[in-house]
Nanobody
Framework: QVQLVESGGGLVQAGGSLRLSCAAS????????MGWFRQAPGKEREVVAA????????SYADSVKGRFTIPRDNAKNTVYLHITSLHPEDTAVYYC????????????????????WGQGTQVTVSS
């Protein structure tokens, strides 16, 4: 079993920056991939970024390219999401997820590829 715990959410002003963290514990999969998703009120959950544990291959949703980055710390089993130039439209619950296997960039951007999910952390951006 894998446990994922997100942290770092909160209330920020538009234009600001934020760093979210996702710590993985329990059984981890070195050949897998970690992803960040978000879900705004009344909307479907959408992927924002993903990174493989091996090689650190990153993938981003087109809507966040240039503002979001997803670094990782393999030694700490932790993945981060750095967000800059926050917009009110970024307001959502942000979820971390883990997949046992990384296949390719395209699959890492699909919700169905993931096996484990965290509880989420709320990010609210005020205008």
């Amino acid at each position: 079993q894998v446990q994922l715990v997100e942290s770092g959410g909160g209330l920020v002003q538009a234009g600001g920056s934020l760093r979210l963290s996702c710590a993985a514990s329990g059984r981890t999969f070195s050949g897998g991939v970690m992803g960040w998703f978000r879900q705004a009120p009344g909307k479907e959950r959408e992927v924002v970024a993903a990174i493989s544990w091996i090689g650190g291959v990153t993938s981003y949703a087109d809507s966040v390219k240039g503002r979001f980055t997803i670094p990782r710390d393999n030694a700490k089993n932790t993945v981060y999401l750095h967000i800059t130039s926050l917009h009110p439209e970024d307001t959502a619950v942000y979820y971390c997820a883990a997949a046992r296997t990384y296949y390719n960039s395209r699959s890492s951007l699909h919700t169905s590829s993931y096996d484990y999910w965290g509880q989420g952390t709320q990010v609210t951006v005020s205008s």
